[in-house]
């Protein structure tokens, strides 16, 4: 909770124009470059009594998981073998003509429309 003199000029503990707030803060680089490069460099190294190297374990860790019924590492194993689907949004009308949007409509929303369009009429038109 801020106490009154917490914002107040002349606050002893108030940053000066030009100071950083966070002197030594992160060091040069970003920490998840450098963790991406030992993961990298990890999962690259061969395995002692199969050769192979350690990610290839992971993935099949992972595979043998989802064939076990494990829906999370089966949505794991496929993203990073497919990748992720992606999803868009599809106008279904936007190749209908005029007349098939009508044709579409309720008796109801078809009213509703010529309403909203003479309330519209009303607005524009302009006595001169």
Not at 20 to 34: A, L
Not at 70 to 75: D, G, K, M, T, V
Request: with cysteine; charged share 25%; aromatic share 6%.
């Amino acid at each position: 909770m801020a106490q009154d003199h917490d914002f107040k000029k002349g606050n002893k503990y108030a940053w000066k124009p030009g100071q950083c707030g966070n002197p030594s803060g992160v060091g040069s680089g970003r920490p998840s470059k450098n963790l991406q490069k030992i993961a990298e460099a990890l999962g690259t190294e061969a395995h002692g009594k199969t050769g192979k190297d350690k990610d290839q374990h992971l993935m099949e860790a992972i595979y043998r998981r989802a064939c076990e019924g494990n829906i999370r590492a089966a949505e794991l194993y496929l993203a990073y073998r497919w990748g992720k689907p992606v999803q868009i949004n599809l106008n279904a009308d936007a190749d209908l003509t005029a007349e098939q949007k009508v044709s579409a409509m309720t008796h109801d929303q078809i009213v509703a429309r010529i309403g909203e369009m003479m309330s519209n009429l009303k607005g524009n038109s302009r006595v001169q």
